[in-house]
């Protein structure tokens, strides 16, 4: 598919899009000739970046506001295009410690959005990221669409109330929609302060400091990781393909890893750290949900999207971006944006 002749010329619209996934697709749609606007809260903790967008800055236009803005989304959607639904609670701990912050976010956000598109960009498509966790325990491996959804943890319930809501738009208001359950994905712009979410970046990051990546239980535990470009690739596609329209799709590498093969192999790129197995916190035994990787049988049949980045590429390129900017991510960057729209 030429991308670049779907995406030239076109209004998007990025919600979260100074997070590790809005950014990156930022940059890429940027590079396709879209006029990109990104919306995003910098709520802390969720790995909004102002860096992030560093080399496509004064190309993409940026407002400060919120998903929950019904004035803002109102004002946001006219005249889009595509719309990338990526703004949401993301941190699966915090949504049992706040839950009802969680459901703001990723609920009423989404509500307010799609009514904004009701009443005034019908024609827009609409991408929502969603999760894996949507399923809760595996019933049956690899998982495919038609696996029982039952999430272990409110974060999880909270993205496939969202997605419902997207869809029930779609049926009702034929608002054209493509939603997304994602599985763990890795790569550059990603947060590095915390270890609440993106397990994978963090063990980078302690290889990277010399120091010993905690693998919970014996490690055995499966998932399969996702670099970000092929993400962005598939995020994409998905928009710009008539046959995803409407559907629900895993998205995932679909090759299965333990989580003691991921630390060797990021121990080995990175040179330094090593790895220790450790007991799960109570916080993280309550929502950890077992084996998982997806079967992506049903998005490679209707798009013809592949992930095509190895997991030691897909690594060492992640290493070498923090590498490079590791000043920007191992502590929070506060500062503000001389390049923000200021218009709410």
């Known amino acids: ?47 909004g970046n102002l860096f992030n967008i560093e080399p ?99 974060y999880a319930v909270t993205n496939l109330a969202a997605e419902k809501m997207i869809l029930v738009y779609r049926d009702i208001y034929k608002i054209p929609a493509v939603c997304l359950r994602i599985t763990n994905t890795y790569g550059p712009r990603h947060q590095m302060m915390h270890d609440e979410y993106g397990v994978f970046n963090w063990f980078i990051k302690k290889a990277m400091d010399g120091e010993a990546l905690p693998v919970f239980g014996d490690g055995s ?55 220790r197995f450790t007991e799960f916190t109570r916080e993280r035994a309550e929502v950890e949900p077992g084996d998982y990787w997806a079967d992506i049988t049903k998005i490679t049949r209707a798009t013809k999207w592949k992930p095509r980045i190895p997991l030691e590429e897909g690594i060492a390129r992640t290493y070498a971006f923090y590498s490079q900017y590791r000043d920007r991510y191992w502590l929070e960057d506060t500062r503000a944006s001389e390049y923000a729209d200021p218009i709410l």
Request: include cysteine; proline fraction near 3%; hydrophobic fraction near 40%.
């Open 221 to 275: 535990i499966v998932r399969d990781f996702l670099y970000v470009e092929d993400l962005v690739e598939c995020i994409l596609i998905s928009a710009a393909t008539r046959e995803a329209i409407g559907e629900v799709f895993n998205v995932g590498s679909g090759i299965p890893v333990t989580f003691r093969e991921i630390a060797e192999k990021i121990v080995k790129v990175v040179g330094k750290g090593s790895y």
């Open 56 to 154: 496509v800055k004064d190309k993409v236009r940026i407002n400060f506001s919120d998903v929950r803005n019904q004035l803002s989304m109102n004002h946001l959607v006219k005249d889009q295009a595509v719309i990338f639904h990526l703004a949401g609670q993301v941190n699966h701990v915090d949504s049992m410690r706040n839950p009802v912050l969680d459901l703001e976010i990723n609920c009423h956000g989404t509500l307010v959005l799609m009514q904004a598109l009701k009443n005034y960009n019908r024609d827009a498509v609409v991408v929502y990221s969603g999760t894996r966790g949507e399923y809760g325990s595996s019933v049956k491996l690899p998982v495919n669409e038609s696996h029982p959804t039952n999430p272990k943890g409110l």
């Open 1 to 47: 598919m030429d991308l670049r002749e779907f995406y030239q010329g076109k209004n998007v619209l990025i919600t979260g899009g100074l997070g590790f996934i809005g950014s990156n697709l930022a940059i890429e749609l940027v590079s396709l000739g879209s006029r990109v606007t990104i919306v995003d809260n910098m709520l802390p903790r969720q790995g």
